[in-house]
C-alpha cells in the first residue's frame, strides 16, 4: 500500500494484527490491566486488548484522522475506550486524568525518526532524559556526622534534537505504574548503534528487561516499509542481579491479513512464546529454590 507524504511524516505504519496478538500474548495480557497506546494509529493494540476482556484503554494520537479511523475499528467497545488527539510526547501533569504513570500495560509501535522525524522542540526535549548526552563527570565532596563522602555526579547537556522513537520509548515508560510492563515496537539500531548507546545503558540500569525479539523486514512491508525492527518487552523495576534476558530473531512471518498465531500459521512466533514460558517457569523454580 503506497503511503502518502503526511502517512510518511507521521511515521504511519500500521502493525499487522497478528504481530499485536503476538506482543499480548508475549507480555501474559491480564483483562483487568488499564492500558494505553501513546501513538495508537487505528487503535489495533487497543482492539486486541479489548478483545480479550481489557474493561479500560486509553489510545493517542496527533493525527484526527487516525483517531476516527480507530473510533471505527473500535466501534463495539466504545464504552471501554478512551481515545485523545494529541501530542503524545507532551509532558505528563495531573490536569488530566488519563495521562497519569498508571498504566499496568503501555503497548504500541511509535513513529519512527528513519522518514526524517526528529523532534526539535526545545520545550519538549527538555522534559526527557534520554534527550540529554553525558558531557563530563564531577567529583563533589560532602561532610556529614563527621565523615567526608564523595559523589560523583555527571554532568549532561541537551541535545539540539532526537529522534522520536527514542522520546518514545522513554514516553512509553514514563506512562506504566512501577511494577507494569511495556511492549514497544523499535528500529533495531537502538539495540546496535553506537550513537545510542546511552538508550541501551538507561535501559539496563533502570528496568527489567525480559526480551528483544528481532522480526523480519517483511513484517511491515505490506503497510510500506522494509525497516529492520525488534520487540522490546521490559518490566518497570530495577533489575536483580544476574538478570537475563531473552533474544530471539523471527526471520519468517505470515502477517497477510487473516493470518493467526497457531503453528501452521506462525510456526515461529509461537516457539518464541512457548520458549519464553519455559523461561518463565525456570526463573520461578530457581527463585522458590532461593527462597526455601
Ligand atoms: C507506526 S504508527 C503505529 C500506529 C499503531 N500504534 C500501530 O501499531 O498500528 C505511529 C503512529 O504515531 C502517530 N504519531 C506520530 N507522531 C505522533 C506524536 N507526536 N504524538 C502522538 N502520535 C503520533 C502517527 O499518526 C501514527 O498513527
Known amino acids: 500500500m503506497p503511503q502518502s507524504n503526511r502517512q510518511k511524516r507521521l511515521g504511519q505504519f500500521w502493525t499487522p494484527p497478528v504481530i499485536a496478538e503476538f506482543m499480548l500474548e508475549l507480555v501474559g495480557f491480564n483483562p483487568l490491566w488499564k492500558v ?31 483517531i476516527e479511523r480507530a473510533k471505527t475499528l473500535l466501534k463495539d467497545h466504545l464504552g471501554k475506550v478512551q481515545f485523545y488527539c494529541q501530542d503524545g510526547l507532551l509532558p505528563i501533569n495531573d490536569e488530566n486524568a488519563f495521562w497519569r504513570s498508571d498504566y499496568d500495560l503501555v503497548v504500541g509501535n511509535p513513529p519512527f525518526a528513519a522518514t526524517g522525524y526528529r523532534v526539535r522542540d526545545r520545550e519538549i526535549l527538555s522534559k526527557f ?15 556529614g556526622q563527621g565523615s567526608l563522602f564523595e559523589v560523583s555526579l555527571e554532568r549532561k547537556r541537551q541535545k539540539p534534537s532526537q529522534a522520536i522513537e527514542v522520546l518514545f520509548l522513554e514516553r512509553f515508560v514514563n506512562l506504566c505504574k512501577q511494577g507494569g510492563k511495556v511492549c514497544i515496537i523499535l528500529p533495531e539500531g537502538i539495540f546496535a548503534n553506537t550513537s545510542l548507546r546511552h538508550v541501551r545503558e538507561w535501559l539496563i540500569k533502570n528496568f527489567t ?14 503497510v510500506g516499509t522494509t525497516a529492520k525492527t525488534a520487540i522490546l518487552y521490559l518490566e518497570k523495576r530495577p533489575p536483580q542481579e544476574n538478570h537475563e534476558v531473552f533474544l530471539a530473531e523471527v526471520s519468517r512471518v505470515n502477517v497477510n491479513g487473516n493470518a493467526s498465531l497457531d503453528s501452521d500459521a506462525n510456526p515461529q512466533l509461537v516457539a518464541v512464546l512457548e520458549a519464553m514460558k519455559l523461561r518463565e517457569q525456570t526463573i520461578a523454580k530457581r527463585q522458590n529454590l532461593a527462597g526455601g
Request: net charge negative; aromatic share 4%; proline share 5%.
Open 36 to 66: 494505553i497506546d501513546p501513538a495508537c494509529g487505528e487503535g489495533i493494540f487497543l482492539l486486541k486488548a479489548l478483545e480479550r476482556g481489557c474493561k479500560f484503554a486509553v489510545g493517542i494520537d496527533i493525527d484526527p484522522e487516525a
Open 129 to 143: 532524559e534520554l534527550a540529554k548526552v553525558k558531557v563530563g563527570e564531577e567529583t563533589i565532596n560532602l561532610s
Open 209 to 222: 528487561i525480559h526480551a528483544v525479539i528481532g522480526l523480519p523486514r517483511d513484517t511491515f512491508k505490506a
